[in-house]
């Protein structure tokens, strides 16, 4: 009997608290937006994510890097996605991890040595103006953190601004992100930044698209 009820609630419970705490974060963040803090990215980046819904070598496949491409990533995190792709592109290649939280970038600055990477450069740079001359980068990619920006087509259009012409732009979102937008929302915003959709995967849960310019 017990064990029925705690099944009963689990089912019950887990969605409705999921739902409350999307509805009171997302609400907080419409009126006072924050980056997430760089804590909060140690449990984004869990092993149930990276095993099911967000696998990482999955993801830099599909981003179409090759050996010495020059790549950034925006909101690298605890560095998983930024250290697969930095695998592929190597032995030229390298990755510029650009954060405006320097706790980001000192924890993956730790990581690295510690793995022993060479080929990753943590850097303090703003998404809207970013340090990076006209169509120098290959592939730019951010992993759930576009939506966080409160003027994501602002961001778009300075990503179109370093992209080479035949570069690549892949984004990937999942659904447990308080910031999660629609697949059909992130297309509108890359339209309206003049970016053309070229690749999409995944589902609703978790997806990735590809556009260039
Ligand atoms: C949710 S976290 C990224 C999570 C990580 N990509 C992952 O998948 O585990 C978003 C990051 O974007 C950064 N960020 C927010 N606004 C930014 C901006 N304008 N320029 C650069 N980084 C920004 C935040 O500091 C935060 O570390």
Redesign the pocket.
């Known amino acids: 009997m017990h064990v029925a009820l705690i099944i009963f609630l689990a089912i019950i419970g887990i969605p409705i608290s999921f739902i409350i705490y999307h509805t009171i974060v997302r609400i907080v963040r419409k009126i006072h937006p924050f980056?997430?803090?760089?804590f909060?990215?140690n449990l984004?980046?869990n092993p149930v994510?990276r095993k099911y819904w967000?696998k990482p070598d999955e993801l830099a496949d599909r981003m179409g890097v090759k050996p010495g491409d020059v790549v950034l990533?925006?909101?690298?995190?605890?560095g998983?996605?930024t250290m697969a792709v930095a695998s592929r592109i190597l032995p030229e290649g390298v990755v510029y991890a650009?954060?405006?939280?320097q706790p980001?970038l000192d924890r993956l600055e730790k990581r690295l040595e510690e793995e022993g990477v060479t080929n990753i450069i943590p850097k303090i740079?703003?998404?809207?103006k970013l340090s990076f001359e006209d169509e120098s980068l290959d592939v730019i990619f951010?992993?759930?953190?576009l939506p966080?920006?409160?003027k994501p087509i602002n961001?778009l259009k300075e990503f179109k601004r370093i992209l080479k012409p035949d570069g690549r732009i892949s984004l990937?979102e999942?659904f447990i992100?308080p910031?999660y937008p629609l697949r059909r929302t992130e297309k509108k915003w890359a339209k309206k930044a003049g970016l053309i959709l070229k690749e999409e995967y995944g589902n609703w849960w978790a997806y990735q698209l590809n556009f260039g310019k």
């Open positions: 980056p997430i803090p760089h909060v990215t984004i980046d994510r967000q990533e925006v909101g690298p995190g605890k998983t996605y650009i954060d405006i939280q980001v740079d703003d998404a809207y951010a992993i759930a953190c966080e920006i409160p961001v990937c999942l992100d910031d």
